[in-house]
């Protein structure tokens, strides 16, 4: 059984998708949360998702042609856990430096960082996931071809 050829396109997207809201909803979060405000957080998400997908799907980018499914799992799942660790602990890393600045209390400033840092990873990830699996799996396609 093969892996279906768009799979890491189609979790990327959506890595991307939730990624963009965060950041709007980061920029604009002090909005009044009305109609207008939620259309136009729908819309600008949609155009950065759109516009980073355009750049990661160029030329055939994160397609997956004859990729055994198992296989292609077992990598997917590991390249998920390592680049959620990682992420966790870089995003935590950064939010406790900035937020202890803010605040210069170390308990509170470790306690929100480190759930910034495990919620924005949770939707990170996959993302970052997708992309590095297919790396792997094209490395070793370009490595098999000569």
Request: contains cysteine; proline residues 3%; aromatic residues 12%.
């Amino acid at each position: 059984m093969k892996a279906p050829t768009h799979t890491l396109r189609v979790v990327f997207a959506l890595s991307m998708l939730a990624c963009s809201v965060i950041l709007v909803l980061f920029i604009r979060g002090r909005a009044a949360w009305t109609t207008e405000f939620w259309l136009q957080l729908a819309t600008a998400s949609i155009a950065l998702c759109a516009a980073i997908c355009f750049v990661a799907f160029r030329r055939g980018k994160m397609r997956l042609l004859a990729v055994p499914l198992w296989p292609f799992v077992r990598l997917f799942v590991r390249q998920l856990a390592i680049i959620y660790a990682v992420s966790a602990l870089g995003i935590t890393a950064i939010a406790l430096a900035v937020i202890y600045a803010i605040t210069r209390s170390a308990p509170n400033a470790l306690a929100l960082a480190v759930l910034a840092g495990l919620w924005l990873s949770l939707w990170l990830a996959p993302g970052i996931a997708s992309f590095t699996t297919w790396r792997q799996l094209h490395g070793a396609e370009f490595k098999r071809d000569r």
